[in-house]
């Protein structure tokens, strides 16, 4: 690096430390005259920092805010400082999209000396915001990248394990990452398969960039958000049943969306479809959303089978039993004044 380039990088981050600089203070600092400060201030100008001069004896620079945003130099510990702010940021959601603080995490940490990546993996396992959840830990090399290929619209190929342990190698274009809940989930979409996919980012490995890139599928936000709340529901449930629905698989997939992951073909004519919920009641909605007319058998197991149906024979027999008679006027409570 030439001694032009060191000093103007030496005025830079002087300009950014203080407000205000005397010319003759910078000159003293950098060892040279403040003819040579104006030429490199000029300098600066020319790379896009906009840098306030003010001329007489209280006269000096001052670095001001642009319309775009220039380099920036960082002292270890405000680089090591902003990488765990940035992964707070990520996953508390602090800003209007995870991919933005995961994207500018991934270009800090790929600059950082190794000495200094290691203290940030140190320092963010010790900070923990309140009321974060901790899940299964995601390499944030891993996250960078995988947001770095979102965001450049690259398709990728890992090695992914799923909860039942089946290993597969996927070919993928990344869409979008999103945390939920305790950890991080990569929606893409899957060519072998030729459908959106959800994957939990901490069970990937092996992340191999083609350099290929696609044209993404047009997704809206509201989309993104039900394809990972679905991906949440599929953790294993405090009850889980499967049910078996008079429907073909396709017309059952048709009819049932991004819900309809996980279900297979019974037959020709069936569909066997995961259901499961913190309790009978949240399986009992679940098959709430089988389809009008379709009939459909059901392997709930004791003691959730049992409380479904007691649950279901009393509503039953309030709706065959007589109306309640209606209330008189003036029985009716009356509605507060203002």
Not at 69 to 93: C, F, K, N, Y
Not at 192 to 202: I, L, N
Request: aromatic share 6%; with cysteine.
């Amino acid at each position: 690096m030439s001694d032009t380039t060191t000093r103007a990088l030496s005025l830079l981050n002087l300009l950014q430390t203080h407000r205000h600089w005397p010319g003759s203070e910078l000159a003293g600092r950098l060892g040279v005259t403040e003819r040579t400060v104006r030429r490199d201030v000029e300098r600066l100008r020319e790379l896009g920092y906009r840098i306030e001069s003010s001329p007489g004896s209280a006269g000096g620079y001052r670095l001001e805010a642009g319309s775009a945003v220039p380099p920036l130099l960082l002292t270890d510990e405000e680089a090591v400082a902003m990488a765990i702010g940035l992964r707070v940021a990520a996953s508390q959601r602090l800003v209007s999209g995870p991919e933005t603080t995961i994207t500018a995490l991934a270009k800090l940490e790929q600059v950082l000396p190794a000495p200094l990546r290691r203290r940030v993996n140190a320092l963010a396992e010790a900070v923990q915001p309140s009321g974060l959840n901790a899940g299964a830990p995601v390499s944030s090399e891993i996250l960078g990248e995988l947001a770095l290929a979102s965001r450049d619209h690259e398709r990728v190929r890992f090695v992914y394990t799923a909860a039942s342990g089946e290993v597969t190698r996927r070919r993928v274009e990344p869409h979008a990452l999103a945390p939920a809940d305790r950890h991080w989930y990569l929606l893409c979409w899957d060519l072998d398969k030729e459908d959106w996919r959800t994957f939990r980012v901490d069970r990937l490995a092996d992340i191999e960039h083609t350099r290929v890139l696609f044209e993404p599928k047009p997704l809206t936000p509201e989309e993104i958000e039900e394809f990972i709340f679905v991906a949440r529901s599929w953790v294993r449930q405090a009850v889980e049943a499967d049910a078996v629905m008079e429907l073909p698989l396709d017309e059952m997939r048709a009819l049932f969306g991004q819900w309809g992951q996980g279900a297979t073909a019974e037959d020709e004519r069936r569909t066997r479809w995961p259901v499961g919920g913190g309790d009978f009641r949240e399986t009992m909605y679940g098959f709430t959303w089988i389809p009008a007319g379709v009939e459909y058998t059901t392997n709930l197991e004791s003691p959730a089978r049992e409380e479904l149906r007691e649950v279901l024979e009393r509503m039953l027999r309030a709706l065959d039993a007589p109306p309640p008679t209606t209330r008189p006027e003036s029985a009716r409570p009356k509605e507060p004044r203002d």
